[in-house]
């Protein structure tokens, strides 16, 4: 099985118009499929890439052009201002959970296959699933699932954690599931799962508080006419990321000067998501609630 199939493989690489002697960006390395297409299209030109979690690191491409960084994409411009690669003319993030990390029982991503509570993506950083379930204030954990999971009953599904827990730890996928099920409305438990894994995931890895990071270094390290491309997979994601495109803030709000010209650093490429076709999401099941976002910088 392959460590991880590339979402939106020819979309990313053409969105990112690369020129041959160019210098690259790669903030999610993983298996290396979208690094590969990269490196193909350059000549003298450079890839950097990034991935935090240590079991990406063998999938390396044997090629001098390419830097990998075992860190997280919110260091972006500091490892690029020291490695002396700045400024930068293209960057690529994946923001996907890899198959590698679901098809692995271990690391918890799964909420089919997964053994333990864990859902780090640097397996280096001490806290875990299990420590927000089974640690975390009831407000504290309420939050996370309502804002990060939009779990509309948060609090019910809080209340029945907190009694399981009281009793004994939560330390396996199986036994949460057991606890939180009944939480779930009838007939979209798969569903209702997944969003409780996602807020978890979100919390546990700071996922939003790195993407914000990682969006504000972009226009610092990007040339004029440099391109960043986004892939993201749900709704809060995607509106950080349409916002910044958007305004250069999060909210999405325009500022405009005296003359009432917006103040933006960035130029939107595709006005709408770029999605999956069908053919894709029948070959990669995965792809499915893919969405992509090309701008250039101005």
């Known amino acids: 099985m392959s460590y991880h199939t590339p979402v939106l493989l020819k979309e990313s690489i053409d969105g990112l118009s690369i020129k041959p002697d160019g210098r690259y960006v790669d903030l999610t390395y993983g298996g290396g499929g979208h690094s590969r297409e990269i490196l193909n299209k350059l000549k003298n030109g450079k ?44 960057i690529l993030a994946d923001l996907g959970v890899s198959s590698h990390q679901i098809d692995c029982p271990e690391r918890g991503f799964s909420t089919r296959n997964g053994k333990y509570l864990d859902l780090r993506m640097n397996k280096e950083k001490e806290l875990t699933a299990q420590v927000v379930v089974n640690q975390y204030p009831a407000d504290k954990l309420s939050r996370i699932f309502s804002t990060y999971g939009e779990i509309k009953n948060a609090k019910a599904l809080t209340g029945v954690i907190v009694k399981e827990r009281n009793s004994r730890l939560i330390e396996t996928i199986n036994h949460f599931k057991e606890v939180i099920i009944k939480c779930a409305p009838k007939e979209k438990e798969n569903k209702y799962l997944a969003r409780v894994f996602q807020a978890l995931r979100i919390e546990v890895n700071q996922e939003l508080a790195s993407l914000k990071e990682m969006l504000s270094q972009t226009i610092q390290v990007l040339k004029p006419g440099g391109r960043i491309v986004i892939i993201s997979y749900h709704s809060l994601e995607d509106r950080l990321v349409k916002n910044f ?3 250069g803030n999060f909210e999405g709000v325009i500022e405009k000067d005296f003359f009432g010209k917006a103040m933006v650093d960035l130029r939107v490429i595709s006005k709408k998501p770029i999605i999956p076709s069908k053919n894709e999401i029948i070959d990669n099941p995965r792809a499915r609630s893919a969405k992509m976002r090309i701008a250039e910088k101005i």
Do not use: C, M, T, W
Not at 55 to 70: G, K, M, S, V
């Open 245 to 247: 495109f958007r305004s």
């Open 47 to 90: 890839l950097i890439a990034f991935d935090q979690d240590q079991d990406a690191l063998p999938n390396r491409i044997e090629d001098n052009r390419l830097l990998l960084l075992n860190h997280n994409f919110r260091y972006l411009k500091n490892f690029l201002s020291y490695y002396g690669e700045l400024p930068v003319d293209g």
